[in-house]
């Protein structure tokens, strides 16, 4: 009763705050707008939907009160008088991505750090609108976090929280009546989600689903002792990462434990076309029962993959762009085997064209190369080389997070009648992929924020505060 009451207060909040976000933001957030909520058209544009259909060119995109009103051709659609008009020629648009994976702590060899002034900026300006924050190292930060933003306070993107990680060992679960009562307790104090991680049981995962779905809770997991078609048949809502996290293929596997030995290595000439995978995408797909990819954080891993790019290291603090890069050397010439990290993607690919749902976030982990929302930039990349067209890419970069999140009636996808959520970056997506690096303007429930005056405030700050 008492998260039912706590959902509706919210969503009571979310109202009125959507009506007056004009009128709501601190003068550090001000600063950092461009277009209030109001009415505006972005023209001349080409639009990728996030339905998965190809993109249209000559386009214009109609925003009023933060609701995207029309969408239709340059040359015949009339532009509403009064209309600010703001044209965006040479550019690409898109919804506003939606992340999947995205921490609001980050991580390198020697720092863990919660970055609750830089991870949200450096997100919504680099297109980002909604998050959810698949595993929390402190779960009132982000729920104070959340308040934050959505009363102006802070720029960033929409928050779906997910409390503190599961793991299934005896320093951090004591078994299923434990693993229960902290379910219950962060469904109470206003999480969305639940995360179970690596050495979980079957046991404990059933308690977890149980306990998060009585508070209105969803539950996903990064698995190992438990394989991806178990935890479906058990109930979980959604799954990370991807076929190295997924131990259905593992011969003579023992019952909730993670196997050891070099199992990795064996999936590279796993059969996609095998009844045992083709099970696995079965399960899920009949289930309605996405999972998460998340390639820019395992990219860091790989032998003679790029260190990341310039704007990365830029955001980077010294001490920080110092323990990434003595990190990335090492791992570039003894990281995992480049056909591991080949077979990844390729399972991505044939999971999609299976009907699988799948979407991406950047889980800005690892040793400190995949930057919040930079990261889910070069998720993108990352598509079109595992095979995706650009069309896909941004389907699972928008639309797909969207509905893991039961959101893709309101937002996700650029039509008629849904909340303005998207990015306008510099470029044609269509032929140049380097065009998602160059985000100029996002908006936000119809408030258009400069994506480089947010970068700029954030320079040099990752990693630290």
Request: contains cysteine; negative net charge.
């Amino acid at each position: 009763m008492k998260r039912l009451l706590l959902s509706l207060l919210a969503l009571c909040a979310l109202t009125v705050l959507t009506v007056q976000a004009q009128e709501s933001f601190s003068e550090d957030v001000d600063r950092l707008i461009d277009y209030h909520q109001g009415l505006v058209a972005l023209e001349n544009v080409t639009l990728f939907d996030g339905t998965g259909a190809a993109a249209l060119t000559d386009q214009t995109v109609i925003i009023n009160a933060g609701t995207i009103q029309e969408v239709g051709s340059s040359s015949t659609l009339n532009v509403p008088e009064g209309a600010i008009r703001v044209d965006l020629k040479g550019h690409t648009v898109t919804p506003g991505l939606v992340g999947l994976h995205n921490h609001t702590f980050y991580t390198t060899s020697q720092r863990n750090i919660q970055l609750n002034y830089s991870a949200p900026m450096l997100y919504l300006a680099s297109g980002v609108t909604t998050i959810r924050t698949t595993g929390s190292v402190a779960p009132y930060s982000e729920i104070n976090l959340r308040a934050s933003i959505e009363s102006g306070e802070a720029a960033g993107p929409d928050m779906f929280i997910t409390g503190p990680y599961l793991r299934g060992d005896e320093a951090w679960l004591q078994g299923p009546e434990d693993a229960a009562r902290v379910t219950s307790y962060w469904g109470e104090e206003g999480v969305d989600w639940m995360k179970v991680y690596t050495q979980v049981t079957r046991d404990e995962l059933s308690a977890v689903v149980e306990a998060a779905h009585a508070n209105g809770v969803k539950v996903t997991g990064h698995l190992c002792s438990i394989s991806h078609t178990e935890a479906v048949e058990l109930g979980i809502d959604s799954i990370e990462h991807t076929l190295m996290t997924n131990t259905d293929y593992v011969k003579d596997k023992e019952p909730d434990k993670c196997p050891t030995g070099p199992w990795r290595a064996e999936y590279v000439s796993l059969d996609f076309d095998s009844d045992e995978v083709q099970h696995t995408f079965t399960t899920m797909i009949d289930k309605g029962i996405g999972r998460t990819t998340t390639p820019a954080v395992y990219e860091m891993y790989v032998q003679g993959r790029p260190m990341a790019d310039e704007r990365s290291l830029a955001a980077m603090s010294a001490e920080t762009r110092e323990e990434y890069v003595k990190s990335y050397e090492r791992f570039s010439v003894s990281g995992t085997p480049v056909d591991q990290w080949e077979k990844s993607l390729a399972y991505d690919l044939a999971f999609y064209r299976a009907g699988g749902l799948l979407a991406a976030g950047v889980d800005p982990t690892g040793f400190g190369g995949a930057l919040p929302g930079y990261g889910d930039q070069r998720n993108y990349q990352l598509l079109l080389e595992a095979g995706f067209t650009p069309a896909e890419a941004v389907q699972i970069a928008t639309l797909n997070g969207a509905k893991i999140l039961g959101i893709d009636a309101a937002t996700g996808s650029i039509e008629e009648g849904k909340r303005a959520d998207l990015v306008a970056f510099e470029g044609d997506l269509t032929s140049d992929d380097t065009t998602i690096t160059r985000a100029r303007l996002v908006f936000k429930n119809g408030v258009g924020f400069n994506s480089g005056r947010m970068e700029e405030a954030v320079s040099g700050q990752i990693g630290v505060r």
